[in-house]
Structures are given as structure tokens and as C-alpha cells.
């Protein structure tokens, strides 16, 4: 796994100048921050771009969460101020007023891929559909019954739905530092949590909406669920062993093995790159990086890393993001995303 680099920026304001090649070995690096499901995306490409650019020097990547990181990038502009907020959500408009109001006029949204994650099974097996309230049912620690909150006792799919197969629950998910496991719990554990009624039994025992969402998130410690912090070959091996596991993967990585999976549908959606890119697949949503304009040509480095970000070799479908789990968006749009930043669009 990607080690977290760590430091911090120290671009003072009279450090704010043009910097050729002797400059930029000294300087400081870019900071950057934000989502932490964007994060490994960023250490991927930071690592790469401060190989294949030695003159400058690699870029800092940090988590912290969509929201604190647009909080550091909205501060303003120059000494202690990102040059760059990863999110795995558009920026709100109050968060577009705290720019402004901070001097930071000039922002380039840029889209990079998408997050999307597919549940499959081993190819000789039976045909599955799934929805998010079956995942629920069949993974969340405490789920309902006659009104009541219980621990889960579901021990097959088909003790979940009558449609599943009679196959015992064993599940292989993202663990919780893997990039994918955010949409996992968004997408999946919340949409089924709030269908099947969890949601409100929780608040009604008497716990918060914060409090009901993280026991929605809560899944089984009983060895049906298991989280995989590896990469998707490590769960790959578990469905060889297992030929009736069920194991979570990106798309790319699926693609690249459907001969020995089989990919279930989720509400009816098959999952492809165009239902994920046009958001009709449920399990998935774009992601983002944003770049502080009047930073690019005087923060060392910064419009490199944008295209090197957008480069083919990153976002393409045979690069090592896609590798990692990366949905990459059709051919088109990848274009286009190069062509508006080249071009310096702003929001």
C-alpha cells in the first residue's frame, strides 16, 4: 500500500515567483489535501510525477475529508494555503462564497474519473441482482425485524431475499483505509439502511442522525464480512478459494477478469463505464481535484502536476489509477477535461 507523505507548505507570499528549473529544486513542495477517496489517487500520481519531473520536488498529499481540505484551499491565497483540494464531491456553494470572500476568485473544477465499484462472484456461478437494501440486510451488523433493532442473523442470501441464491454470506468488501470504501458505505450501507426502515429504528432507540448513520456503516464481525486493505488480486484469491464468496471490486479490475467472475447487477444496472460516467449504475459518483488558479506559474510545479494528473498514463483505462480502482471516463470526456484545464476554464 501507498505510504502517506506528510509535510507542509511553506509558499509565503514573497515566495510567490516564477521558478525555472534551479528555483523549483529548492522550493517547497505542493501541498495537497482533501478527500480521502480521492488520496490514493493523488499518492499515485504524486509519486509518479516527482519521478518523471526531478526537477521539481514531489508533491505533499494529505486526507482530512472533501470538506476540510476545500476549507484549507478557500483560506485565501499564498503562505499556508493549498494549492490544490481533492474531493469526492462538487465544492457547495457556501464553500464558493468562503473562496471569494478569502480572495480566491479563480478556481478550476476538474473531474478526473469516476468511483464505482461492482459486486462479483465466481463466473460458474448462478445470475445475481442485487439492490442496496439486500447489502444491507445481508452485511450491517443490526438490522430490523418486527419493528425491533436485532444483531443480524441472516446466515444465507437467500434468508435476505427469496430471489438470492441459498449461498452462506461471505462478503469480501474494501477495508476501511481502502479508497472505495466510502462509496461503499454511501451508496450502499446508507440507501439500504433508509429503505429497509433501519434508519429511523435507529433514531427512534435514541440515537442522533450522526449516531444512526455510523451504526448504518457498522457491518459484521462475525467472519461473514470480511475487509480487504489490499489490492482487488488479494480478493480475487479469496473467491478462488471461495466459490461461493462474494467479493467487491473496482470496474476496471472486473473488466480485465471476466473470465473468472461473474458481475452482478445492482437495481437492474448492469455496471459498464458508460451507466457509471452517466451516473444510471447507483454505486458510483465523480471525483475531483480543484487547482487555485492564481497559484499556476508561480507555485512551482502546479500546472505540471495538473496535466500530469489528466495525462493518459494516469486517468486512461491501462494506467495505474484504472489499476487502482479508478473508473476512467469515456474517451471524449477525458478530452475534454484536458482541453478545460489547458484552456485555464474556471467555475
Not at 247 to 262: P, R, S, T
Not at 323 to 342: I, K, M, T, W
Request: overall charge negative; glycine content about 10%; proline content about 6%.
Amino acid at each position: 500500500m501507498l505510504k502517506t507523505m506528510i509535510a507542509g507548505l511553506a509558499l509565503g507570499t514573497a515566495a510567490l515567483v516564477i521558478a525555472g528549473p534551479a528555483a523549483a529544486q529548492n522550493a517547497k513542495p505542493l501541498q495537497v489535501a482533501g478527500s480521502s477517496t480521492v488520496l490514493p489517487y493523488a499518492q499515485i500520481v504524486a509519486e509518479n510525477f516527482g519521478e518523471i519531473y526531478p526537477d521539481f520536488p514531489t508533491p505533499i498529499v494529505e486526507s482530512g475529508g472533501s470538506g476540510a481540505g476545500l476549507k484549507q484551499f478557500c483560506s485565501g491565497i499564498g503562505a499556508d494555503t493549498l494549492s490544490v483540494a481533492n474531493s469526492s464531491r462538487p465544492i457547495s456553494e457556501s464553500e464558493k462564497k468562503t473562496c471569494t470572500d478569502n480572495g480566491v476568485t479563480d478556481i478550476q473544477e476538474v473531474k478526473f474519473g469516476y468511483d464505482g465499484i461492482v459486486f462479483a462472484t465466481d463466473a460458474a456461478g448462478p445470475d445475481w441482482k442485487l439492490t442496496p437494501a439486500f447489502v444491507f440486510k445481508a452485511m450491517a451488523a443490526k438490522t430490523v425485524a418486527e419493528g425491533k433493532v436485532v444483531d443480524n442473523a441472516a446466515k444465507t442470501w437467500k434468508d435476505v431475499d427469496a430471489s438470492l441464491p441459498a449461498w452462506p454470506i461471505n462478503a469480501y468488501i474494501p477495508g476501511e483505509k481502502h479508497g472505495t470504501r466510502e462509496v461503499f458505505e454511501t451508496k450502499l450501507l446508507d440507501t439500504g439502511c433508509k429503505a429497509t426502515g433501519a434508519f429511523d429504528a435507529f433514531k427512534a432507540s435514541g440515537m442522533d442522525d450522526k449516531a444512526a448513520t455510523a451504526q448504518c456503516h457498522q457491518v459484521r464481525k462475525d467472519g461473514t464480512i470480511v475487509d480487504i486493505d489490499g489490492d482487488y488480486t488479494e480478493t480475487l484469491a479469496r473467491i478462488d478459494a471461495n466459490k461461493q464468496g462474494v467479493g467487491v471490486f473496482g470496474l476496471a479490475f472486473y473488466e480485465q477478469n471476466q473470465d473468472k467472475l461473474k458481475v452482478a447487477t445492482v437495481n437492474d444496472i448492469v455496471p459498464s463505464v458508460e451507466t457509471i460516467s452517466t451516473g444510471t449504475y447507483p454505486v458510483s459518483r465523480p471525483l475531483f481535484f480543484y487547482v487555485k488558479k492564481a497559484h499556476i506559474g508561480v507555485a512551482p510545479g502546479l500546472k505540471e502536476y495538473g496535466d500530469f494528473f489528466l495525462s493518459e498514463q494516469m486517468i486512461g483505462p491501462e494506467g495505474p489509477l484504472a489499476q487502482y480502482g479508478l473508473v476512467p471516463a469515456p474517451d471524449a470526456e477525458r478530452d475534454a477535461y484536458r482541453a478545460d484545464f489547458d484552456g485555464g476554464k474556471t467555475m
